[in-house]
């Protein structure tokens, strides 16, 4: 089974980017046909999806945060990253990342506030 772990900071000012990255363990990101996301949870609000790093390395985001996401990766440490910028309180929110919505991180609360 998959682990996944998120980390970063769990504080972000208004306009600053957010910064997380997830560590997998007990796979490899770039094994053929798996998909890694991130996706984000509002507080008193449902789950919303990010955006996606397939094993290539080909990416998708979410319509409404394209332009303010990016997601890479780091094959040598196994592990994928979210850059959110232009944060704002809007953006505050449990962040999760999971393969393919299967095996989930524990995720890791961020608040956007100065």
Same mark, same amino acid.
């Given at each position: 089974?998959?682990?996944?772990?998120?980390?970063?900071?769990?504080?972000?000012? $208004?306009?600053?980017?957010?910064?997380?990255?997830?560590?997998?363990?007990?796979?490899?990101?770039?094994?053929?046909?798996?998909?890694?996301?991130?996706?984000?949870? $509002?507080?008193?609000?449902?789950?919303?999806?990010?955006?996606?790093?397939?094993?290539?390395?080909?990416?998708?985001?979410?319509?409404?945060?394209?332009?303010?996401?990016?997601?890479?990766?780091?094959?040598?440490?196994?592990?994928?990253?979210?850059?959110?910028?232009?944060?704002?309180?809007?953006?505050?929110?449990?962040?999760?990342?999971?393969?393919?919505?299967?095996?989930?991180?524990?995720?890791?609360?961020?608040?956007?506030?100065?």
């Amino acid at each position: 089974q998959v682990q996944l772990q998120e980390s970063g900071p769990g504080l972000v000012k $208004p306009s600053q980017t957010l910064s997380l990255t997830c560590t997998v363990s007990g796979g490899s990101i770039t094994t053929s046909w798996l998909y890694w996301m991130w996706v984000r949870q $509002p507080p008193g609000k449902g789950l919303e999806w990010i955006g996606t790093i397939g094993f290539s390395g080909s990416t998708s985001y979410s319509p409404s945060l394209k332009s303010r996401t990016s997601i890479s990766r780091d094959t040598s440490k196994n592990h994928f990253t979210l850059q959110l910028t232009s944060v704002t309180p809007e953006d505050t929110a449990v962040y999760y990342c999971t393969r393919d919505l299967g095996d989930w991180g524990q995720g890791t609360q961020v608040t956007v506030s100065s």
